[in-house]
């Protein structure tokens, strides 16, 4: 079975702070992909990254960068001198992936970040 | 980038009546749309899998009498709550799998249902 794990409820940070958004997974499957979400208040998700399981290359976008470690099944997130903006509740997703194409996404429990100015 | 519409946003009604929630992928066919459902403060769960021209799969805990899903053409999936209750209030977001690259889906914006 697949699960997604996200021990952080809430964060609170002060802005330009950095700050790391853990996301843990499980799967038995070899190939697989993984995500990361945004929603913020308004309640829409905003996707942020999608990686697959033979991709273990470290991603920087902006502020925001991705490690995958699959030695540790891990998929962190970092958020470098965060902004007020970034407040939302962020969720890491696992689908599998199979020939028949994109599977539904199991999602973890969110982190809500707080950041205040 | 690909758009997927949800219609409504936000629908107060009721207790007893039927809402119906449409997922609409806008410049892409989808076979293939998932909806979900998200408790206040909670994670979003998988209610079912919608597939065109087919029955939806549905997971295990989901009412499929209730939640009926509809996915009668290649950019059109719809879900109705029938005779809703209170604890049917929550937020339902749907997404579409690109029928073309199969590799991706895309969310809409959610409908925030509300039964009183």
């Known amino acids: 079975a697949q699960k997604v794990t996200q021990a952080q409820t809430e964060i609170s940070v002060v802005e330009k702070e950095d700050v790391t958004l853990d996301c843990v997974y499980e799967?038995?499957?070899?190939?697989?992909?993984l995500f990361w979400y945004k929603q913020p208040p308004s309640g829409e998700l905003v996707f942020l990254i999608r990686r697959n399981s033979f991709d273990e290359q470290n991603e920087i976008s902006g502020r925001y960068s991705w490690n995958f470690q699959k030695s540790t099944s891990s998929f962190n997130f970092t958020i470098t001198a965060s902004q007020v903006v970034d407040s939302a509740v962020y969720f890491c997703?696992?689908?599998?992936?199979?020939?028949?194409?994109?599977?539904?996404?199991?999602f973890g429990t969110g982190t809500r970040l707080l950041v205040s100015p | 980038g690909a758009v997927v519409s949800q219609h409504p946003s936000w629908v107060i009604c009721k207790s007893g009546t039927s809402v119906k929630i449409e997922c609409r992928s806008l410049d892409f066919q989808a076979t293939t749309m998932f909806w979900y459902r998200q408790f206040p403060k909670q994670s979003l769960m998988l209610m079912a899998t919608?597939?065109?021209?087919?029955?939806?799969?549905?997971e295990q805990g989901v009412e499929k009498d209730k939640f009926l899903i509809n996915h009668a053409s290649l950019t059109l999936s719809t879900l109705t709550v029938t005779s809703a209750h209170p604890e049917d209030s929550s937020f339902y977001i749907c997404s579409a799998r690109d029928s073309g690259t199969n590799t991706e889906a895309f969310f809409g914006q959610g409908t925030r249902l509300t039964v009183v």
């Open positions: 799967t038995r499957d070899t190939t697989y992909y």
């Open positions: 919608s597939n065109e021209g087919s029955k939806a799969t549905y």
């Open positions: 997703a696992l689908s599998e992936g199979k020939n028949t194409g994109f599977q539904k996404l199991v």
